[in-house]
């Protein structure tokens, strides 16, 4: 699976953001979709998964780290292979590469799209 994300850009704190990634095959049979970010100097985590639901279009069991319960929202389409994640009140500490992944830390990454919000 190839993905394609974006929607990253600069930001001020307090404002959102929302990123998209698209799928290059069909996502309804991945059990796991999700985001991670990576911040300068850190190593990778998770931000947030939603797990696939049998037929629904939009997905099943959603989580989140910690850090973003809240303000945070992880989608899926699967009519259109898509993955979103909905960011509002963002902080500085957001600032992050963010990254689509399906299948998990083992499976398909995107290219990462730079999120950066200014205090």
């Known amino acids: 699976v190839q993905l394609q994300a974006s929607g990253g850009g600069l930001v001020q704190a307090g404002g959102s953001l929302k990123l998209s990634c698209v799928a290059s095959?069909?996502?309804?049979?991945?059990?796991?979709v999700g985001w991670y970010r990576q911040a300068p100097g850190k190593q990778r985590e998770l931000v947030a998964t939603?797990?696939?639901?049998?037929?629904?279009?939009?997905?099943?069991?959603?989580q989140y780290a910690d850090s973003v319960k809240g303000r945070f929202t992880v989608s899926r389409n699967n009519v259109v292979d898509s993955i979103f994640l909905q960011m509002n009140s963002l902080k500085p500490e957001d600032t992050a590469v963010y990254y689509c992944?399906?299948?998990?830390?083992?499976?398909?990454w995107g290219q990462g799209t730079l999120v950066t919000v200014s205090s």
């Open positions: 939603i797990t696939s639901s049998g037929l629904s279009i939009s997905g099943g069991l959603a």
């Open positions: 095959t069909s996502i309804v049979g991945i059990k796991v």
């Open positions: 992944n399906t299948g998990g830390p083992f499976g398909s």
